[in-house]
T-cell receptor, first 114, second 111 residues
Framework: NAGVTQTPKFQVLKTGQSMTLQCAQD?????MSWYRQDPGMGLRLIHY???????DQGEVPNGYNVSRSTTEDFPLRLLSAAPSQTSVYFC?????????????FGPGTRLTVL | GESVGLHLPTLSVQEGDNSIINCAYS??????FIWYKQESGKGPQFIID?????DKRQGQRVTVLLNKTVKHLSLQIAATQPGDSAVYFC??????????FGAGTRLFVKA
């Protein structure tokens, strides 16, 4: 199994540009989530999904959209990039509803917004 | 509000010694706690977890202790090795699908 994969690894955007961060998992996990990690801070939840067709907001959802059309994929869209969205983004998945189960994280996407 | 914090931002230990990384949490309703390890340039990796109905749980070279009275969590690493050098996060699950992560403690292992 490849586990959780993310593309791209690095991305530089200009303010106002849009882009999609890709996330895929091959473990047939129902639960997937997106986090951002900023220096000196823990991971903060952006959006999550408990299954195909079901998504919900996390702690810091503003400026981001998600969709879940398949069990495997959970893309994160930045609608109009802002410097405040400069961060490292991690996608994670787990095989149940999140309670009492570990999350598997991807390698991350390092995003810089100029 | 809910928060998960760490007592020390960095910890330096000698190779072969035991390491103890501490964590405080503020939500007494949290019932699931997890420790993650994050190496440079990689995503967090699960180490060990513990439910609130337990005080202690052991894994391979790692032990997690939970003190619900003072809302304190610790990770003990036995015989610390250079490969243990990383940032360690504690996290709490406060219900549903939302996990709150602490800021992390960086562990340095001196050879």
């Amino acid at each position: 199994n490849a586990g959780v994969t993310q593309t791209p690894k690095f991305q530089v955007l200009k303010t106002g540009q849009s882009m999609t961060l890709q996330c895929a998992q091959d473990m047939n996990h129902e639960y997937m989530s997106w986090y951002r990690q900023d220096p000196g801070m823990g991971l903060r939840l952006i959006h999550y999904s408990v299954g195909a067709g079901i998504t919900d907001q996390g702690e810091v959802p503003n400026g981001y959209n998600v969709s879940r059309s398949t069990t495997e994929d959970f893309p994160l869209r930045l609608l109009s990039a802002a410097p405040s969205q400069t961060s490292v983004y991690f996608c994670a998945s787990s095989y149940s509803e999140g309670f009492y189960n570990e999350q598997f994280f991807g390698p991350g996407t390092r995003l810089t917004v100029l | 509000g809910e928060s998960v914090g760490l007592h020390l931002p960095t910890l330096s230990v000698q190779e072969g010694d035991n390491s103890i990384i501490n964590c405080a949490y503020s939500n007494s309703a949290s019932d699931y706690f997890i420790w993650y390890k994050q190496e440079s340039g990689k995503g967090p990796q699960f180490i060990i977890d513990i439910r609130s109905n337990m005080d202690k749980r052991q894994g391979q070279r790692v032990t997690v202790l939970l003190n619900k009275t003072v809302k304190h969590l610790s990770l003990q690493i036995a015989a610390t090795q250079p490969g243990d050098s990383a940032v360690y996060f504690c996290a709490e699950n406060t219900g549903g699908f939302k996990t709150i992560f602490g800021a992390g403690t960086r562990l340095f292992v001196k050879a």
